[in-house]
C-alpha cells in the first residue's frame, strides 16, 4: 500500500513537469507569434524595413530548434499566418504562411535533420521556384512561358542604353542589338533560378548567422576543399536534361541544368583545390587559379544559357570549354571520388 502512494506521487509529479514543460512550450510559441506579427507589421507600414524580411523566420526556426521539434515551428508559422489574416486580411496572412511560415519549416526540418548548406539551399530554391510560378499563375493568370516573355520585354525596353554602352567600343550596332537580344533571352529564362538561388542563399545564411549568436548548435560547414554535391543530385541532372527535350518543359529544364551545372562546378573547383593543397602548390599559383575559376563563373554560366536557349554571341561561348571542363570533373566525382582515391593512394 505504501508503495502505490510513492508510485501516485511520483505520478503527480510527472504530470506536473509535463505541464509546466506544455506551459513553458506554449508560452513560447506566443511570444515568438508576437514578435513575428509586431515585425511584419513595421516591414509594413515602412518600405525601408523591408530587409526585415529575411530575419522573419528567425524565431520560428529558433523555436523548433530550442524544442527539438518541428511541430512547434508550425504551431507558430499557423499562428503567426492566423493574426496576420485578422490584422491585415486572410489575403495577406496566406502570402505570409506561404513566404514565411513554409520557409522556416523547410530551414528547421534541414537544420534538425543535420542536411548539409548544400542540400538546404537546394531544397529552398525549389520551393522558391515552385512558389513564383504558382504566384504568377494565381495572381497574373500568366503561364510560365508567357512571364517569360513578359520578362523579355522589360528588359529589351534597356536595349538602347546598352546599345550607348557598348557603341563606345566600336562594335557595329547590328552586333549590339543581337548581343543584347541573346542576353535578355537567358536572364529572362533563367530569372526564376537565379532569383530563387539568391533569396534561398541569402535567407539560409541569415538565419544560421542570426542562429549563431544565440549560441544554438547548429550542424558545421565543411571545408570547401572537402565541400560536394549530395549524389542524388545527379538524377536532377538527368530530369533537367529529360525536360530540356520537350517543348512545353523546356524553360524548367533549362534552369535545372544551369543550376546543377554551377554545383557541379563549384564541386570540380573543390576538388581541385583538394589536389593544390594535398600537393602544397604555391600560393601564388592557388591565388591565380582561384582567380581564374571565379573569373569563369559569370562568362561560363551566361555562355551556357546562350546555349541551352539557341542563342549565340561569339566571345561569350570561348569561356564555355574551362566551363564544361571543371563542370565534368565534378560529375565525375559522383562515380570516381578523387579525392577519396588520392587519399587512399598517400599523395
Keep these: 500500500?505504501?508503495?502505490?502512494?510513492?508510485?501516485?506521487?511520483?505520478?503527480?509529479?510527472?504530470?506536473?513537469?509535463?505541464?509546466?514543460?506544455f506551459s513553458a512550450q506554449l508560452f513560447a510559441v506566443v511570444l515568438v507569434v508576437t514578435l513575428v506579427t509586431l515585425t511584419f507589421y513595421g516591414i509594413q507600414q515602412s518600405a525601408s524595413m523591408g530587409f526585415l524580411q529575411f530575419f522573419l523566420p528567425v524565431p520560428i526556426v529558433f523555436l523548433s530548434l530550442r524544442n527539438v521539434s518541428l511541430w512547434s515551428g508550425v504551431a507558430a508559422a499557423l499562428c503567426s499566418a492566423a493574426a496576420i489574416s485578422v490584422w491585415f486580411g486572410p489575403r495577406t496572412g496566406i502570402l505570409f504562411l506561404f513566404g514565411v511560415g513554409v520557409v522556416a519549416v523547410i530551414v528547421s526540418l534541414c537544420f534538425l535533420r543535420k542536411y548539409t548548406a548544400t542540400s538546404s539551399i537546394a531544397w529552398l530554391t525549389a520551393y522558391y521556384v515552385i512558389l513564383g510560378i504558382l504566384a504568377v499563375y494565381i495572381q497574373e493568370g500568366l503561364s510560365f512561358e508567357e512571364h517569360t516573355q513578359r520578362l523579355m520585354g522589360l528588359f529589351m525596353q534597356h536595349q538602347q542604353e546598352f546599345i550607348d554602352l557598348y557603341k563606345q567600343q566600336g562594335l557595329p550596332q547590328y552586333q549590339i542589338e543581337a548581343l543584347f537580344?541573346?542576353?535578355?533571352?537567358?536572364?529572362?529564362?533563367?530569372?526564376?533560378?537565379?532569383?530563387?538561388?539568391?533569396?534561398?542563399?541569402?535567407?539560409?545564411?541569415?538565419?544560421?548567422?542570426?542562429?549563431?549568436?544565440?549560441?544554438?548548435?547548429?550542424?558545421?560547414?565543411?571545408?570547401?576543399?572537402?565541400?560536394?554535391?549530395?549524389?542524388?543530385?545527379?538524377?536532377?541532372?538527368?530530369?533537367?536534361?529529360?525536360?530540356?527535350?520537350?517543348?512545353?518543359?523546356?524553360?524548367?529544364?533549362?534552369?535545372?541544368?544551369?543550376?546543377?551545372?554551377?554545383?557541379?562546378?563549384?564541386?570540380?573547383?573543390?576538388?581541385?583545390?583538394?589536389?593544390?593543397?594535398?600537393?602544397?602548390?604555391?600560393?601564388f599559383l592557388q591565388f591565380v587559379v582561384y582567380l581564374l575559376l571565379f573569373?569563369?563563373?559569370?562568362?561560363?554560366?551566361?555562355?551556357?544559357?546562350?546555349l541551352l536557349t539557341g542563342a549565340a554571341a561569339e566571345g561569350l561561348l570561348l569561356s564555355l570549354p574551362a566551363l564544361i571542363m571543371v563542370a565534368g570533373i565534378g560529375l565525375a566525382n559522383v562515380w570516381v571520388d578523387f579525392r577519396k582515391r588520392l587519399k587512399q593512394a598517400r599523395l
Design 295 to 306: 573569373l569563369q563563373i559569370p562568362y561560363g554560366m551566361i555562355g551556357m544559357g546562350l
Design 181 to 283: 537580344e541573346s542576353l535578355a533571352r537567358v536572364m529572362s529564362v533563367t530569372f526564376p533560378f537565379i532569383s530563387a538561388s539568391v533569396s534561398a542563399i541569402v535567407t539560409y545564411f541569415v538565419i544560421r548567422l542570426l542562429l549563431k549568436f544565440q549560441r544554438v548548435i547548429l550542424p558545421p560547414l565543411r571545408s570547401f576543399q572537402d565541400w560536394g554535391v549530395s549524389d542524388h543530385m545527379v538524377w536532377l541532372f538527368i530530369l533537367g536534361g529529360l525536360l530540356f527535350h520537350f517543348e512545353e518543359t523546356s524553360i524548367v529544364g533549362i534552369n535545372l541544368l544551369l543550376g546543377l551545372t554551377l554545383l557541379y562546378y563549384l564541386q570540380g573547383c573543390a576538388v581541385i583545390t583538394f589536389i593544390m593543397r594535398k600537393k602544397r602548390a604555391a600560393k
Design 1 to 21: 500500500m505504501p508503495s502505490v502512494n510513492v508510485m501516485t506521487e511520483a505520478g503527480k509529479q510527472g504530470v506536473q513537469k509535463e505541464r509546466v514543460a
